[in-house]
């Protein structure tokens, strides 16, 4: 292995520690979509905000524009106001579907970046500067997302059953 592709024991620990993370959130946003009836996913309970389903469809444009695209090189085309506004969206199983397939793509970015990969510079992302750094938000824009859900399940009136985080 040469010194330009050379996966450090640090780049490979980033890598796993990230893939663990994703497949927990990816858990955490199925067990929010399947505790409500599938004809409420789509329902938005404040006439502001989102729905869980279009939360789901945002979440897996998310991850496919920049961790796909601009990290594993997909070609993925992201059409960012559809995923709030899509009057026709997919059935919940497939959005859902949709979303595992995103994050599986993730998992198999991040086990695979050496330490050059990692550290490779992203541009137009500011205050991002690295790969890295793109992984980073994605992550906590997902668990963001991830309570917003919690406080959307509670207000249709059904429950997670998630034990407190904290």
Known sequence: MSD?????????EVGEEFARYFEHLAGRVERHVRSVP????????????????????????NLDHYVGARIAGTGYVRDR???FTDASPPLPDVALARFRDAVALVVRTVRSLDDAGWQAPVSEEQPIRTRFGLVLICAAHLNN??????????ALGHSTQEPPVW
């Open 145 to 154: 997302h991830i309570g917003q859900m919690s406080y959307l399940v509670q």
């Open 38 to 61: 599938p004809e409420k996913v789509y329902v938005k309970p404040f006439p502001f905000g989102n729905s869980l389903g279009h939360l789901v469809l945002h979440l897996t444009g």
């Open 81 to 83: 106001p559809r995923e």
């Open 4 to 12: 330009s592709t050379r996966r450090s024991a640090l780049a490979a």
